[in-house]
């Protein structure tokens, strides 16, 4: 959950005390109360402006006798808790504000892919292909004004058949478009004052000198093989912090930030990814858009595939990725286990690892159990 997200529940939490009717005395009013206040030490600081004056509203009356009605109490609660959402909301504006500016670019080359294989799954329309394919040439090339122009016709596109999309019968994932609209009109409103200049100048590390780490891009319903490719990496020297695998408790991102926060944030640092790629991959645009990350930061990756991949699937051409990069399908097969060696030898060459050769011919054989099982 990101620092947007953070405040938005806080806010919403207010609201419910309201409702609640609960007095300064409340349990759940103390726990809001602390948590609000933690929020705003850790994003302003314990001496900021912010905390101050949240520290100085009342909740409760300053005077009272022992025959005060409860009432009262309620509604000085209310009143402070009515106050403190009003100044909360200003927060909020100025976080969303500096979200749209600073991140407008990065957000839409993480979201593009996943955007483009929402739309062409509906339509195979020409202009809009051709709006989406120019997009694509502007996030290429940064330029600014056709990335406004496309942006915008793909919107307007939107807006013309939202309600023929829900009304239709054959669409599933009309959630998915919705967020498609707004995903855009976010980028839209950020990317009018985002300076293309200062992309790279805030992530000047040297990636010779960065920790590398390693994505394991997959669909959860392909857990099985995840698993299996996790195991094989933490047994020849992976550790937990330089594997990102949201399937596995040891090797999902901080709590406070998603995939694509904590993938932009790693921009100097060598991101080595591991497509796992399966039919059900092509259908997750949360899957595309962590595939997206490859072309974004032009990292280095290897094609892995589950057993049943269809690979005349055409989605899996629409995909900004050389399929013809050699990889291994996980079947189990002598290929298999020779691509299974030559993406160990990349990876200890990558992170200047060394392994017994006996201990590696059991990690292998093992994983070459665990993807037959």
Not at 33 to 49: H, M, W
Not at 186 to 195: M, N, P, S
Not at 240 to 250: G, I
Not at 273 to 289: K, M, R, T
Request: net charge negative.
């Amino acid at each position: 959950m990101n620092k947007y997200d953070k405040l938005k529940e806080i806010i919403n939490e207010a609201e419910n005390l309201i409702s609640k009717k609960v007095t300064s005395s409340s349990p759940d009013f103390a726990a809001w109360k602390t948590k609000a206040e933690r929020f705003l030490i850790n994003e302003y600081g314990d001496d900021s402006y912010e905390i101050t004056e949240f520290r100085k509203m009342h909740f409760s009356l300053t005077a009272f006798t022992p025959g005060t009605p409860d009432n009262e109490f309620v509604a000085a609660c209310r009143r402070g808790l009515e106050r403190a959402k009003a100044v909360l909301n200003t927060y909020l504006d100025e976080l969303a504000e500096k979200e749209n500016n600073v991140d407008a670019f990065i957000k839409l080359q993480y979201e593009f892919h996943g955007i483009k294989a929402v739309i062409t799954e509906y339509t195979d329309s020409g202009v809009v292909i051709n709006f989406l394919t120019g997009l694509e040439q502007g996030i290429t090339n940064k330029d600014k004004e056709e990335i406004q122009y496309f942006l915008s016709e793909i919107k307007s596109w939107y807006e013309k058949n939202l309600t023929d999309i829900k009304n239709n019968e054959y669409v599933y994932n009309y959630d998915e478009h919705e967020r498609n609209l707004r995903i855009i009109s976010e980028v839209l409103a950020g990317i009018e004052d985002y300076e293309f200049t200062s992309i790279d100048s805030s992530k000047a590390i040297d990636n010779r000198l960065a920790t590398p780490i390693i994505l394991l891009s997959h669909r959860s319903t392909d857990k099985k093989y995840g698993d299996a490719l996790e195991k094989l990496l933490s047994g020849i020297g992976i550790k937990n912090e330089q594997l990102v695998y949201t399937s596995h408790p040891l090797h999902k991102i901080p709590l406070d930030k998603n995939i694509y926060e904590y993938l932009r944030e790693s921009f100097g640092r060598k991101i080595f990814v591991i497509i796992l790629w399966s039919n059900e991959y092509l259908d997750s645009p949360a899957c595309l858009n962590e595939m997206g990350a490859v072309w974004v930061t032009q990292s280095d990756y290897t094609n892995i595939y589950v057993p049943t991949f269809d690979f005349t699937n055409p989605k899996y051409y629409q995909c900004s990725v050389d399929k013809n990069r050699m990889g291994a399908v996980l079947d189990g097969s002598d290929n298999c286990k020779a691509g299974m060696i030559e993406l160990k030898n990349k990876i200890m060459e990558l992170f200047g690892l060394s392994i017994d050769e006996n201990q590696w011919i059991y990690i292998l054989d093992q994983f070459m159990r665990d993807i037959s099982n």
